[in-house]
């Protein structure tokens, strides 16, 4: 017996034809952000901003 295909992508490539409801990203919108430098979503709480070339830009508190 084969496993069920949940998602599957259209002859055109463009669009899923099933795709299952929700997100990887948990909490409320704007809840995580991502780390400049190492990329890992995490709660903003555990990010601490700074500047860079004019633009404010977030990194891990803790270090990477």
Same mark, same amino acid.
């Not at 990329?39 to 270090?63: I, K, T, V, W």
């Given at each position: 017996? *084969?496993? &069920?295909?949940?998602?599957?992508? $259209? %002859? =055109? =490539?463009? $669009?899923? *034809? /099933?795709?299952?409801? #929700?997100? %990887?990203?948990? =909490?409320?919108?704007? =809840? ?6 190492? /990329? @890992?979503?995490?709660?903003? /709480?555990?990010? &601490? /901003?700074? $500047?860079? %070339? #004019?633009?404010? *830009?977030?990194?891990? @508190?803790?270090?990477?």
């Amino acid at each position: 017996m *084969q496993d &069920e295909i949940k998602t599957k992508v $259209r %002859a =055109g =490539g463009l $669009r899923y *034809q /099933s795709k299952s409801p #929700g997100t %990887a990203f948990a =909490g409320p919108f704007g =809840g995580t952000m991502s780390c400049i430098l190492c /990329s @890992r979503h995490m709660p903003r /709480s555990r990010l &601490e /901003s700074f $500047r860079l %070339a #004019g633009n404010l *830009q977030y990194r891990c @508190r803790d270090g990477c």
